[in-house]
């Protein structure tokens, strides 16, 4: 029976464009794990959006004189592009600044105030001391009382993983001017984080198939649990659906509390455009359904120990809890199954910094490099499970010892090779030891990297992936069908045959990482559909007349199946071009100089 998959990717967030750090975090992983669970044949709902509320917004529109709106609309439609010229096959990409969005946040806050999870406080609010306006915890920054790291936010300890106010930092200071932030009496609302402590700690002590960073981490995280502020004295935010804060314009949701809901809200819209306005629960109100959240881990917490605490409270509760569908009645929503938490990607030996200069935006990269050179270099090189650095010189060796120089290399000489002798799949002959033991060493990569991406280890998937195409061009290097055509035309057939029927698995064994070259060699191998694409853009009216644009794709008229080649004899191939592009080694001079240039302006 096919599964029900959930693949909740991180919300970008619309301050800016995204460099490949982030996608590196959230973006890549996730996009490998959802293909390769459509290959299988499961039900995969994909989803996430720009994460547009919040001081951040606010603080870029004053810098250039216009709105929160303008700014959130502006960076929406650039970062959408960037997932869509990455390969990005979302079910539904959106924004958090939809009505949709806007009644599921409300529908959640009020459920979980109704049933005293949510609580009023007088608080100390942070406020900038040169623009009066509301600082974020994370803007705050200041030195940990616990274990003394002096870049400590005002949320939390990235050193020790302490949770934080910002009162409670050494000299704290804010990110935007450096002033020491003004704390002043205000009312906030907040989430009882502490009624949930035994119920979490329970939970995730039983999640042995996280990652250790990511279990451990919440581990501690709750050993200090304490209730957290979910409004803030902003104008730009989700309103708070209370009777008394209907006309006031000065308090909103907070944006790390409707920014996770986006997940639930996402996945809502999705059913609502799809025409099932109800499919969405087969995902949320299934027992049997998992649930895969991908992120960068300084956003652990939010995914293990936050979220699940508005789980827990939710229940089956409240307006989107309620269905005449006797299968999901007082159903309670899932809680996540795995945490996919990735480290982070530094560049040149330095920390990723917009204002310094030392970045590497997608859009900038996919100007000039293929997408699947970078999806191939995020993953076999990237931040899977410990802090790695993106070098220009290690990007073009990888691109070009061994994308090119392995994988790239068997697909071409095969091809060519047999397009040029044959036209088509050619009619084999006997087979001998050496040929079914490379086709049936290929065919069993299909289980083995389909565990290891199962259980998200996507680089050794990749590393597997790359070492079956070795085997293969050794295998080709030992039996020379180049040469053995001049005298033995029957048995130079074979080995190509051969060779094409272990392309032809790899080809799907590579798809979740390189959807853009695997597709155009499913094509060259004479097959018509998709099995990586294509994806779209959908522009989506709402209720109240306004509209918005969403990243989606048809995703169920795949051809391809997670499973070994049946490439038919006699089909016809298509004339093949080289899928990937060996690069000079001048590009690394010329994208360092790139950089200098940018530290300087």
Same mark, same amino acid.
């Given at each position: ?11 970008? &967030? ?5 460099h490949?750090?982030?996608?590196a975090?959230f ?6 794990f ?13 989803? %996430? ?7 951040? @917004?606010?603080?870029?529109?004053d ?11 502006r ?13 990005l096959?979302?079910?539904? /990409?959106?924004r958090?600044?939809t ?5 599921v946040?409300?529908?959640? =806050?009020?459920t979980?105030?109704?049933?005293g ?11 900038s ?14 030195? #940990? ?17 302490s949770?934080l106010?910002?009162?409670?930092? @050494? +000299? ?8 020491p932030?003004v704390?002043?009496?205000?009312e ?9 402590a ?17 279990r ?8 200090? *649990? ?12 989700v309103?708070?659906p ?7 314009d ?13 997940y639930?809200?996402? %996945?809502?819209?999705?059913? !609502? ?7 969405w629960?087969?995902?949320?109100? $299934?027992?049997d359904?998992?649930h895969? &959240?991908?992120?960068?881990?300084? +956003?652990?917490?939010?995914h293990?120990?936050i979220?699940?605490?508005? *789980? ?9 809890g309620?269905?005449?569908?006797e299968?999901?009645a ?7 199954y ?12 330095k920390? /990723? ?9 997608? $859009?900038?990269?996919l %100007?000039r ?8 270099? *995020?993953?076999?090189?990237g ?9 220009w010189?290690?990007?073009v ?11 790239g290399?068997?697909?071409?000489r095969t091809?060519t $090779? ?38 998200a ?6 590393s ?34 051969v060779?094409?029927r272990?392309v ?13 070259? #695997? ?10 559909? &998709?099995i ?5 853009f ?9 509209? !918005? ?8 008229q795949w ?5 070994? %080649? ?5 089909q016809?191939?298509r004339q093949?071009?080289p899928? =990937? ?8 001079e ?12």
């Amino acid at each position: 029976m096919p599964e029900h998959i959930l693949v909740a990717v991180a919300w970008p &967030y619309a301050n800016g464009p995204r460099h490949i750090g982030h996608v590196a975090g959230f973006g890549v992983p996730a996009d490998i794990f959802a293909r390769y669970h459509r290959l299988r044949g499961n039900r995969v709902l994909m989803v %996430s959006g720009t994460d547009e509320h919040g001081t951040p @917004i606010t603080l870029v529109a004053d810098k250039e004189g216009t709105t929160p709106q303008a700014i959130a609309d502006r960076y929406n439609k650039i970062i959408g592009d960037d997932l869509y010229n990455l390969g990005l096959s979302y079910d539904i /990409f959106t924004r958090t600044t939809t009505s949709n969005h806007y009644a599921v946040t409300q529908d959640i =806050f009020r459920t979980l105030y109704e049933r005293g999870y949510i609580v009023r406080r007088e608080t100390l609010g942070a406020f900038s001391a040169t623009t009066g306006r509301t600082l974020p915890d994370r803007y705050i920054e200041g030195t #940990c009382p616990l274990c003394g790291y002096d870049e400590a936010r005002g949320d939390q300890c990235d050193q020790c993983g302490s949770q934080l106010d910002p009162t409670d930092l @050494i +000299n704290p200071r804010s990110k935007v001017d450096g002033q020491p932030p003004v704390f002043k009496p205000t009312e906030h609302f907040f989430l009882d984080l502490p009624a949930f402590a035994e119920q979490l700690h329970r939970w995730i002590e039983q999640q042995g198939h996280w990652r250790p960073n990511v279990r451990n981490f919440s581990l501690n995280f709750l050993k200090d *649990l304490k209730p957290r502020a979910i409004t803030r004295d902003l104008e730009w935010g989700v309103p708070i659906p209370l009777p008394e804060y209907a006309n006031r314009d000065d308090k909103k949701i907070y944006v790390w509390f409707d920014a996770v809901i986006g997940y639930l809200s996402a %996945s809502i819209e999705w059913a !609502h455009n799809s025409g099932r306005p109800d499919a969405w629960r087969e995902w949320w109100q $299934n027992p049997d359904a998992r649930h895969f &959240y991908f992120m960068g881990k300084d +956003n652990i917490v939010f995914h293990t120990v936050i979220w699940p605490a508005m *789980l827990l409270g939710y229940g089956a509760g409240g307006h989107y809890g309620a269905t005449s569908d006797e299968r999901f009645a007082g159903v309670p929503l899932q809680l996540p199954y795995n945490v996919v938490s990735s480290e982070f990607l530094t560049m040149e030996g330095k920390k /990723f910094s917009s204002s310094r200069g030392i970045v590497i935006y997608v $859009n900038d990269f996919l %100007s000039r490099y293929d997408a699947d050179a970078l999806r191939y270099f *995020l993953t076999i090189a990237g931040p899977e499970n410990q802090d790695t650095d993106f070098t220009w010189a290690e990007f073009v060796r990888r691109n070009n010892d061994e994308l090119v120089a392995t994988w790239g290399n068997l697909v071409n000489r095969t091809l060519t $090779n047999v397009y040029k002798n044959f036209g088509s799949v050619p009619q084999p002959g006997h087979l001998t030891v050496a040929d079914e033991q490379v086709l049936a060493e290929v065919t069993d990569g299909i289980e083995t990297v389909g565990n290891l991406l199962a259980t998200a280890r996507f680089k050794a998937a990749l590393s597997e992936a790359m070492r079956l195409a070795a085997q293969v061009n050794i295998y080709l290097s030992e039996q020379e069908p180049w040469k053995v055509i001049k005298s033995d035309r029957d048995r130079a057939a074979t080995i190509w045959y051969v060779a094409l029927r272990c392309v032809d698995t790899l080809k799907i064994i590579f798809t979740p990482f390189l959807p853009f070259s #695997c597709q155009r060699l499913h094509e060259y191998l004479g097959y018509d559909g &998709y099995i990586a694409g294509p994806l779209y853009f959908r522009d989506i009216t709402e209720a109240d007349g306004r509209t !918005h644009r969403v990243l989606t794709g048809d995703y169920e008229q795949w051809v391809g199946r997670w499973e070994a %080649s049946a490439l038919p004899v006699g089909q016809v191939l298509r004339q093949p071009q080289p899928l =990937f592009k060996k690069l000079d080694e001048s590009v690394v001079e010329e994208e360092l100089a790139r950089m200098q240039s940018r530290a300087l302006r």
